[in-house]
């Protein structure tokens, strides 16, 4: 699928007609640039820009695109370390080859351009530019030809609605002002029988990154050792930093449950299929899971104990989980 043909004007939804130096809706006539080969599809109107804290939160990720390329720029080098992830690597054996792919908050796109690589076709989006650069010099220096790269703010969609197999944004709504109207927003990408991944830092699962926050700011950083990331041997400087500055220092965070994503699925005409950690007591996830099959459904106290539980169970890393759903 061609760029062309997915992307449409952010501000109306109206058609856009390509000329030399970009793009122009042939509604409303809004401009849009292309600079370093990303088009420039982000809309964010006047009237948010005293309450919304997106400015914030790009202004901040534009300073330290998230996660980085370490010290790596080929495809084998992507591949061996996006597979040493069991999620990633799940995704990229589940996700059948020829389906679509919207990544919104890709940040610099390794989840992209690791997806692309089997010929699927992925439109990796994000409002900060810095970041989609690095994701777009990846790309053209890989020659992956099924990815593309778009500066796109995620309330204000610049693709047709209904126009992907999968839409994934990870680690995203929780640096937004309103988290459900964002995945309200996304959700409408999905086709029907299409499925959507959303992570977030979980209420529980975050304690102790928040307690650390504390300590940091206490002591002005004085205690890095107390997350293993900053001190472990294999992140360059500048991955680490990016890591600090994203746990650490964002302007603005919130945590969410397992229970409350599941309502904003209902309320959005998504079937829950699964979350990771699982929801169930007894259920735990498995290194060959099937990421799209349905699991067994589980009462709402158990879920709770088992959301509880994460505060001893997922604090090793940011307290993150995630959420599969299938659009009815
Ligand atoms: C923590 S990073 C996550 C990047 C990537 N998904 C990952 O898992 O490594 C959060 C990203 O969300 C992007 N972001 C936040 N709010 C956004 C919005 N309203 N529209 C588009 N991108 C947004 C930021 O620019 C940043 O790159
Ligand atoms: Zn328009």
């Not at 760029?3 to 122009?24: A, H, Q, R, T």
């Not at 994000?126 to 796109?152: G, P």
């Not at 004085?222 to 900053?230: E, M, P, V």
Request: charged content about 25%; overall charge neutral.
């Amino acid at each position: 699928m061609m760029l062309d043909s997915l992307i449409s004007c952010p501000k109306c939804s109206g058609n856009l007609d390509k000329n030399n130096v970009g793009y122009i809706c042939n509604q409303c006539n809004q401009k849009y640039d292309i600079e370093d080969g990303i088009v420039k599809l982000f809309y964010f109107p006047e009237f948010e820009k005293d309450t919304n804290v997106t400015e914030k939160i790009k202004s901040f990720y534009e300073k330290t695109p998230f996660p980085n390329y370490d010290d790596f720029d080929n495809i084998a080098q992507l591949m061996e370390k996006s597979r040493k992830g069991v999620f990633v690597k799940l995704l990229d054996e589940q996700i059948p080859f020829n389906s679509s792919i919207i990544e919104c908050g890709c940040g610099t796109g390794q989840l992209s351009n690791f997806l692309s690589i089997s010929n699927r076709t992925v439109l990796g989006t994000d409002m900060c530019l810095n970041s989609l650069r690095l994701a777009n010099e990846f790309k053209i220096k890989n020659e992956l030809n099924t990815v593309n790269f778009i500066q796109m703010n995620l309330f204000y969609p610049a693709v047709k609605e209904k126009s992907f197999d999968v839409v994934i944004s990870n680690g995203v709504l929780h640096h937004t002002s309103d988290p459900f109207l964002g995945f309200k927003t996304i959700s409408t990408l999905v086709k029907p029988g299409g499925h959507i991944l959303i992570g977030l830092y979980h209420k529980y699962g975050r304690i102790y990154t928040n307690i650390r926050q504390f300590i940091f700011n206490m002591t002005k950083d004085s205690f890095k050792f107390l997350d293993k990331r900053l001190i472990a041997d294999e992140a360059n400087e500048s991955r680490k930093n990016a890591w600090f500055q994203d746990q650490y220092k964002n302007p603005h965070e919130s945590k969410h449950t397992i229970a409350e994503v599941m309502q904003w699925f209902n309320t959005c005409g998504f079937q829950f299929i699964k979350s990771i950690p699982k929801d169930g007591i007894y259920e735990s996830f498995s290194e060959d899971e099937r990421l799209f099959e349905s699991d067994e459904s589980v009462g709402s106290f158990e879920r709770y104990i088992k959301e509880l539980s994460m505060i001893f169970t997922n604090s090793k890393d940011s307290g993150f989980f995630i959420m599969i759903g299938k659009k009815i």
